[in-house]
């Protein structure tokens, strides 16, 4: 939340400042914090505010070789401010604009990458315990206004977070005006970014040319948007608790898959919201999870991909498990002294010797029980083929691996998986669905072979 407080003069410009980071627990007394300090206004008032407060702080700052010799200058600002404080200071040098060109990105987006990793990795090497910067009301304004531009949901809507991981933004609670009439009330020195004005940036677009008006509009839109944040902050918990717990009844996961159960989802308003949410974090868009509802009550077998999962709408769930390689499974062939065979990703372990009355029948398809003397060694374990058949354990009459897959409803993307072992060409075991007929245990066998999955 948003502290409120009068920060027109230096006093209560202090006091809300600590209560925001009290209030908020965005640091503990003891606590060590690096500020990120680019040396204009915003952050030379967070040095200020932080030399006040009594918080134990050093300086960090990104030279991004942006603006030539102006970049230097920023550089020895912030060094010389570290050394008057007696502060640590930090400073590293980015080739931000050949960083941009070779990920295909934004300056900006590569200067942000960048700042934060870098950021990051200075926190962790020596212990501090958060990163702050000088993120204030205003961006957050300006943050939402480019988030509506862009297209958002509601956590676009609450501007830029408190918090962030180990990343906090401890003037949140402060316009562009209270920071302006703190540095001047304190004679504070600071760079100025000429680019801030340049309006080939759409934040400076925004900041110019749509919030200024806004501003002639509402001389109060800055209070009224620091109400709107809070509404919006409060309005997103109940939309998480929402969808944590809808999630709870509608989502199992098995493995690596992910199960969204049909009959759950299709009980809930705008499902396609619902899923979105659900499966965001695999990649799938809001488009693609509405041409999923579409599909929910059709016929199984359709999928529907991200960039790194792919979702099977199955019978009764869509199963979204990660991509992967499509290399083919290799064949593997074994004798009768094996004792383990690795095939893919399947393990199985053999043993054989002379039936007594201590073999017990297997108590599921995972293991194999079969006549030693009906198998002719070496066995094959492999990938199944359309159009293979098998006589199924209690029936005489040969049936099509394809048609046995299907009753026994496996999942489309794991038919795919699905291995066969084989002796001299005849499939004996279809493992952990199914056992062959004509290599069974009888009254008549003398010696046994088992395999199992493990």
């Not at 948003?2 to 410009?13: D, E, H, P, R």
């Not at 407060?53 to 102006?70: Q, V």
């Not at 987006?109 to 020596?126: D, G, P």
Request: with cysteine; charged share 25%.
């Amino acid at each position: 939340m948003f502290c409120k407080g009068q920060t027109n003069n230096a006093q209560g410009m202090q006091e809300a400042f600590e209560r925001h980071i009290s209030g908020n627990d965005l640091l503990k007394k003891g606590e060590r914090v690096l500020l990120a300090v680019s040396g204009g206004m915003d952050s030379m008032v967070m040095v200020e505010l932080f030399r006040k407060s009594g918080y134990s702080f050093d300086l960090a700052h990104c030279n991004f070789l942006l603006r030539d010799k102006d970049s230097d200058a920023d550089e020895a600002f912030v060094k010389a401010c570290a050394q008057q404080l007696r502060r640590q200071f930090f400073c590293e040098r980015f080739h931000t604009a050949s960083y941009a060109a070779e990920h295909g990105i934004s300056v900006q987006m590569a200067a942000r990458t960048l700042r934060y990793r870098w950021l990051e990795s200075i926190r962790k090497e020596q212990g501090y315990d958060a990163i702050a910067t000088a993120h204030h009301l205003d961006d957050a304004i300006e943050t939402l206004f480019i988030n509506l531009a862009r297209g958002t949901g509601i956590s676009g809507l609450t501007g830029i977070p408190l918090k962030t991981n180990h990343v906090i933004r401890p003037l949140l609670f402060a316009s562009r005006k209270d920071i302006e009439h703190y540095a001047n009330d304190h004679g504070l020195e600071f760079r100025e970014d000429l680019s801030n004005k340049e309006l080939k940036y759409t934040r400076n677009k925004i900041r110019h040319q749509v919030i200024g008006v806004l501003n002639e509009i509402n001389p109060g839109f800055s209070g009224t948007m620091q109400s709107f944040f809070e509404r919006m902050e409060a309005s997103e918990t109940i939309y998480r608790m929402t969808t944590e717990a809808k999630k709870i009844a509608c989502v199992k996961q098995l493995g690596e898959e992910t199960h969204v159960s049909i009959q759950a989802l299709s009980k809930l308003p705008v499902p396609h919201v619902f899923l979105h949410e659900f499966l965001k974090e695999y990649g799938f868009t809001q488009d693609v999870c509405r041409q999923m509802i579409v599909c929910m009550h059709g016929r199984p077998g359709k999928t529907f991909s991200s960039e790194t999962h792919t979702a099977v709408k199955d019978r009764e769930a869509f199963i979204v498990f990660p991509d992967k390689s499509t290399t083919e499974i290799a064949s593997v062939e074994f004798d009768k002294n094996t004792r383990e065979v690795q095939v893919g990703k399947q393990r199985f372990i053999c043993e054989s010797g002379p039936m007594d009355d201590q073999i017990s029948l297997p108590d599921g398809p995972e293991t194999l029980l079969a006549d030693f003397d009906k198998l002719c060694f070496p066995l094959v374990v492999r990938p199944w083929k359309p159009g293979e058949k098998m006589v199924p354990l209690g029936m005489s009459g040969q049936k099509k691996i394809s048609d046995i897959l299907t009753e026994e409803k496996i999942p489309l993307h794991r038919k795919q998986q699905v291995l066969v072992l084989t002796s001299a060409g005849q499939i004996a075991w279809l493992p952990g669905i199914r056992a062959d007929n004509r290599f069974k245990i009888t009254k008549q066998t003398k010696n046994y072979f088992q395999m199992q999955i493990i």
